[in-house]
T-cell receptor
């Protein structure tokens, strides 16, 4: 059981470039989330998918798009990267129904120059 | 708006010196309070879920407790390997079921040998 996996681990982009962060979980969880973690700001929700086939905005969605490809995979896309998107990105999943705890992946450290 | 405040921001202990971390919250309709451990460069690792006031959970040297306004993470006889950032989060679903977590800023714990 790998849990939640994320690729890549590190990425450097130039302003205006695009990229997709990949996330997969093998726990048969229903809900998946994307967070960003910045010093002094804590973890903030970007987008989430309550169940396969649905996605919705979190607290800080501007500049991002997501795709719930299937039950296992949830990707985050930066269409035109900006320096303000320099951050560590975490994907998480939750079984759903009556459980609330989320399980996190190892993160992607993104730098936009 | 849901708020989670953790204190202290940083805590330095000698090995074997027991102490507590605090997480106070202001929310409407608490569904669960969660403690996570985060090591540098890693994703948050789930530790405990607490659902109602009076509930307690234990794992090795850690014990989490919950009241109507705050939670404590008690660390008994800590070891250097307990050094990490400890995050507190709450889930308040309201009328939705997407399971948003609101995180505190974390407490950085350092245990010296």
């Amino acid at each position: 059981n790998a849990g939640v996996t994320q690729t890549p681990k590190f990425q450097v982009l130039k302003t205006g470039q695009s990229m997709t962060l990949q996330c997969a979980q093998d726990m048969n969880h229903n809900s998946m989330y994307w967070y960003r973690q910045d010093p002094g700001m804590g973890l903030r929700l970007i987008y989430y998918s309550a169940s396969e086939g649905t996605t919705d905005k979190g607290e800080v969605p501007n500049g991002y798009n997501v795709s719930r490809l299937n039950k296992r995979e949830f990707s985050l896309r930066l269409e035109s990267a900006a320096p303000s998107q320099t951050s560590v990105y975490f994907c998480a999943s939750r079984l759903g129904v009556i459980t609330y705890e989320q399980y996190f992946g190892p993160g992607t450290r993104l730098t936009v120059t | 708006e849901d708020q989670v405040t953790q204190s202290p921001e940083a805590l330095r202990l000698q090995e074997g010196e027991s102490s507590s971390l605090n997480c106070s919250y202001t929310v409407s309709g608490l569904r669960g309070l969660f403690w996570y451990r985060q090591d540098p460069g890693k994703g948050p690792e789930f530790l405990f879920t607490l659902y109602s006031a009076g509930e307690e959970k234990e794992k090795e040297r850690l014990k989490a407790t919950l009241t109507k306004k705050e939670s404590f993470l008690h660390i008994t006889a800590p070891k250097p390997e307990d050094s990490a950032t400890y995050l507190c989060a709450v889930s308040t679903e309201g009328g939705t079921s997407y399971g948003k977590l609101t995180f505190g800023q974390g407490t950085i714990l350092t245990v010296h040998p």
